[in-house]
T-cell receptor, first 113, second 112 residues
């Protein structure tokens, strides 16, 4: 139980285009999902908290107009990186909130050329 | 400064050795989780500790939550190459169960 999927696992896009990443809780419902960014050899950096049916809460320094989050159902949250730039290249990880813990997706490697 | 200080940051040991990773804070947490992450993958939950003084064992891994619920340790006995990875601790706020504070991580390399 408590499986979270993420799609795509890898994506390469050109500078200026937008990319959507999906995060799904496969066998449980998640009112709250989280989006993280991780740089090489570092811990997780929380970008935003996504609550089903309401606006996401963004961490300080994260541009809400650039990183659009939608949590349309109890099993799906999406992160759209708009007008991507090479500095947006990173490993993006989502998680879904269980009873006490977060369950993480496998991550999405985004490369912007 | 991080709310949850994790140490050591890096650890490179030989197969068969024992090791301990620490997570320390001056804040009290409602619970604490330990995760392991392998390169290119998402973190995988290892354990959740909730009660002060609690000890949980997962095969060769022993997790302990401090009596005051401010700190935790992970002890690995007879480490194996398969234990290699990034270990992360995460404390949950007393006041908001959706607020997690992650440690900076411990990169463990177990050499055969």
């Amino acid at each position: 139980g408590a499986v979270v999927s993420q799609h795509p696992s890898r994506v390469i896009c050109k500078s200026g285009t937008s990319v959507k990443i999906e995060c799904r809780s496969l066998d449980f419902q998640a009112t709250t999902m989280f989006w993280y960014r991780q740089f090489p050899k570092q811990s997780l950096m929380l970008m935003a908290t996504s609550n089903e049916g309401s606006k996401a809460t963004y961490e300080q320094g994260v541009e809400k107009d650039k990183f659009l989050i939608n949590h349309a159902s109890l099993t799906l949250s999406t992160l759209t990186v708009t007008s991507a730039h090479p500095e947006d290249s990173s490993f993006y990880i989502c998680s879904a909130m269980g009873a006490y813990e977060q369950y993480f997706g496998p991550g999405t490697r985004l490369t912007v050329t | 400064t991080q709310l949850l200080e994790q140490s050591p940051q890096f650890l490179s040991i030989q197969e068969g050795e024992n090791l301990t990773v620490y997570c320390n804070s001056s804040s009290v947490f409602s619970s604490l989780q330990w995760y392991r992450q392998e390169p290119g993958e998402g973190p995988v939950l290892l354990v959740t500790v909730v009660t002060g003084g609690e000890v949980k064992k997962l095969k060769r891994l022993t997790f302990q939550f401090g009596d005051a619920r401010k700190d935790s340790s992970l002890h690995i006995t007879a480490a194996q190459p398969g234990d290699t990875g990034l270990y992360l601790c995460a404390g949950v706020s007393l006041y908001n169960f959706n607020k997690f504070y992650f440690g900076s991580g411990t990169k463990l390399n177990v050499k055969p």
